[in-house]
């Protein structure tokens, strides 16, 4: 709703005029109020058509037309005068936001007692359309208005009159398609005669997108002309539909309109029977708000710029008139495209631009920055004994700068992520890479213990803006099932072999410079990340008049900030000393809070939809266990190969490798591949049962026979089961909130390598100290081999955490037959 500007009437017939609602391809829409205080939605036409006599002749038809459809789910028809000098018509106003606006921005996918609500009121409005001689032809979630007592259908605006329009060609040219490419039907696409099945065919579709928040054939994500191909040969993607409702879906989705069942049909098995609201209440609340807001708005029209004085020398110029504003008409078409040689993919909210031409570009700058993260963590914690020893420090002298970066990395990843929605991903990004950037320079110029932790604390707060942005991207970058599965196995590939790099770039600073240069090397590659993201990632939509969460963003860090301090109390072996548990206790209860205030508050850090999802709350749920099981892999065989066989630092990271190379191989040649044809459960599950078998083997002393192999599957398998994690844990996002499902993944992760680590840690240091008094090395073997036991049973336990809540099925609709450009 936007303010009236001077060029506006004041007046549209008796209706006062208060607002402008929006604007369309021949007109303006006003909010009106009558002389007896009704609200009303006053469309007026432009001038420059209002003289076209074949435009109001069928102005007039649609407008009669349109008031025999009555108001059953529809907005009604009020009053017009189609022989005024603007035709204008006023309809009853609908104060409530459209459907793309409540789950695109507002909530998210609807439940299913409010999706079966939907499609009764939607067929029983389409009943309404078709009994008056219309088709509505362009239903689609912006034109479905969501209201306290049930939707309603607005705009017939590219509607005709079956029986009276033969012959019209004002906006219905040869060769041309009328619709919205993302809710259109075949035999539209095709360029067939429509019948009221056509409509049908989009109610199915508007459901489909209620239901999980997607288009039906991805519109826009491969190009236009790929996407009608899949609208008119590829069978739909149901997944994530309710199961009672995917059985009528499905049958209104047929291509052939003959097999789809009518309105009324469609309304007979969608009787809704529930008492109580149709509406989640946090909808509810929502529309309660905006109604209030209505009833206070008032018109401010802006005043005109004063007047100048005449210039004497300046020859006068007779005055003009103000032409006719701009105006809006019901018959506008919401979009056209050459039905042959399909032009460029339509813009706008329900029609996403084209995929990024240089993604796979941007995708490499992502993994860069990635990897960068992952090199400065590992790389700095391998050199510690240099760092010790230059400063020197005491064995614990710097133990505040390895806590001060784990503290501001883990406990601000909720933070980045909220950023990231609010912001934009690539701003938080760039923001993120040259703080980090900056941050690493001082740590390497550190000449103390206090500059040194303060750098690695604002290593850790940037690091924390550029990890969720850079899974953000991923997420919202490629939505073609194929393409996503490809650039999530990249992205995993980097998230499961990147330590292993990290160890090889440490040890070899360790032994051949310094320890510096762990923190110098960061520079250079911070800012090639920084140019490439600035030129290559595209800017991403942002949650547009959102709030910052402050009491959230304050009570998740906090918990997870307790929990990264008690594990770290309880990695010098004090599991049950009372700062440990004090520590551990207020942060399940800090996290406890911060879960209920997301519950209750109108600007959550994340829109509720995105914490409700089972699917999503079981890959947190297996990526804390995964990331406890997993993180103590690498840093165990380091010192396995170090301490107990005698290898130098660089040896036993090259030794490693095998690790990163299984991973890279798992996640970009096999489970991306299978993304497709198998469910994410069932690659979850063997990835990880994989991944355990292998941490057994590794328990073994023969390096051919048992290591190499253990590390060859641990590694398989843990690529084969973080695609689908990741994949899975952001899927269903809107854009605008996939920050906050990012920074969900990620700190679930970084929780679960904190457990690993505390685990690690106290069992390592236990032997450690029993061999010093007994002189002993095997108790070390021992502390080794019981850390590789655990972590397999914690990869087990995640597998069966995954088997029982990740139930989502293989993603379908792929493009692999869809028609390619042309080259050139």
């Known amino acids: 709703m936007d303010q009236l500007i001077a060029a506006d009437p004041t007046r549209i017939g008796p209706y006062r005029l208060i607002a402008r609602l929006g604007a369309g391809g021949m007109g303006l829409v006003y909010l009106g109020r009558s002389e007896g205080g009704r609200t009303v939605a006053v469309k007026v036409v432009q001038a420059e058509h209002a003289g076209h006599p074949e435009f109001r002749r069928r102005f007039a038809r649609e407008v009669a037309a349109a008031r025999r459809v009555g108001g059953d789910w529809t907005a009604a028809v009020l009053d017009a005068d189609p022989e005024a000098a603007v035709p204008w018509v006023a309809t009853q106003y609908i104060p409530g936001p459209d459907l793309r606006t409540v789950v695109a921005e507002d909530f998210g996918p609807l439940p299913e007692y409010s999706v079966h609500t939907l499609a009764n009121r939607l067929a029983v409005a389409l009943q309404a359309v078709h009994g008056a001689g219309l088709i509505h032809r362009d239903l689609k979630p912006s034109n479905v208005l969501v209201t306290v007592d049930g939707p309603r259908v607005i705009d017939f605006g590219i509607a005709r009159a079956m029986d009276s329009l033969a012959g019209d060609s004002l906006h219905t040219r040869t060769g041309m398609l009328i619709g919205s490419p993302g809710f259109m039907s075949p035999e539209q696409v095709r360029g067939l005669e429509l019948t009221p099945a056509s409509d049908v065919f989009c109610l199915g579709a508007v459901l489909v997108y209620a239901s999980t928040g997607r288009l039906l054939f991805g519109a826009g994500d491969s190009g236009l002309n790929a996407h009608l191909f899949r609208v008119a040969e590829e069978e739909p993607d149901l997944t994530g539909v309710p199961q009672p409702l995917a059985g009528l879906v499905r049958a209104c989705l047929a291509k052939d309109p003959a097999e789809r069942p009518t309105p009324g049909q469609v309304a007979e098995r969608t009787a809704v029977d529930r008492p109580g609201e149709w509406l989640p209440g946090a909808v509810l609340a929502q529309l309660g708000r905006r109604a209030a807001r209505l009833l206070d708005y008032g018109p401010e029209v802006a005043a005109e710029a004063p007047a100048a004085r005449p210039d004497p020398r300046t020859p006068s110029v007779p005055h003009q008139p103000v032409p006719a504003p701009p105006a809006y008409a019901p018959t506008a078409p919401a979009h056209s495209v050459p039905a042959q040689g399909f032009g460029p993919p339509p813009s706008g909210p329900e029609h996403p631009d084209a995929p990024h031409p240089r993604r796979w570009w941007g995708l490499a700058v992502i993994a860069l920055t990635q990897l960068l993260v992952l090199l400065d963590a590992m ?33 601000l990843l ?9 912001v934009g991903a690539r701003r938080t990004l760039l923001i993120g890479l040259a703080g980090f950037a900056l941050a690493s320079a001082l740590g390497g110029s550190a000449d103390g213990p206090g500059l040194l932790t303060a750098a690695r604390a604002l290593q850790g707060a940037f690091a924390a803006l550029v990890t969720p942005s850079a899974l953000s991207l991923v997420s919202t970058g490629f939505t073609d099932p194929r393409e996503r599965a490809r650039a999530f196995g990249v992205y995993a590939a980097v998230a499961a072999g990147g330590g292993a790099v990290g160890l090889l770039a440490g040890g070899w600073l360790a032994e051949l410079l310094n320890w510096r240069w762990s923190q110098y090397a960061c520079v250079p590659l911070a800012a090639l990340a920084l140019t490439g993201a600035a030129t290559l990632l595209p800017a991403r939509p942002r949650r547009a008049g959102a709030r910052f969460d402050w009491l959230g963003v304050l009570l998740g860090s906090a918990a997870i900030a307790a929990l990264l301090l008690g594990l770290g109390e309880a990695e010098q072996l004090r599991w049950t000393a009372p700062v440990t548990l004090g520590l551990l206790s207020a942060g399940v209860l800090l996290l406890g809070a911060f879960l209920w205030w997301q519950t209750v508050t109108s600007g959550p850090l994340w829109a509720p939809y995105v914490a409700r999802d089972r699917d999503r709350a079981g890959c947190v749920l297996v990526l804390v266990l995964a990331g406890a099981g997993t993180l103590a892999l690498l840093p165990t065989l380091s010192f396995y190969l170090q301490y107990l066989f005698g290898h130098a630092q660089v040896v036993a990271g090259l030794m490693i490798l095998p690790v990163a190379a299984a991973a890279a191989v798992a996640a970009t040649q096999v489970s991306a591949r299978l993304q497709h044809r198998a469910a994410p459960r069932v690659l979850i599950v063997s990835g990880l049962v994989t991944a355990a078998v292998g941490l057994v083997l590794l328990t073994g002393s023969d390096y051919t026979l048992r290591v190499l192999p253990g590390m060859l599957l641990a590694g398989f398998g843990i690529g084969l089961a973080f695609v689908p994690l990741f994949a899975t844990a952001t899927a269903g996002v809107a854009p605008q909130h996939s920050g906050a499902a990012s920074g969900i993944a990620v700190t679930a992760q970084q929780v679960g390598e904190a457990i690993g680590v505390a685990l690690l840690t106290s069992l390592i240091t236990a032997r450690f100290n029993r061999a010093s008094e007994d002189g002993q090395t095997e108790e070390l073997l021992h502390g080794y081999t019981d850390t590789l036991w655990w972590s397999a049973g914690a990869l087990l336990l995640a597998a069966l955490v995954a088997g029982l809540m990740v139930t989502a099925r293989a993603p379908r609709g792929s493009v692999v037959n869809a028609p390619r450009p042309a080259a050139g």
């Open 379 to 411: 790389a700095f914690n391998i050199t510690l004994p240099s760092v010790l020893a230059e400063l020197g420090l005491g064995g614990d002298g710097l133990n505040p700068a390895v806590s001060a970066y784990v503290l501001a990395f883990g406990g």
């Open 414 to 422: 909720l933070l980045g992520g909220h950023i990231a929605d609010l």
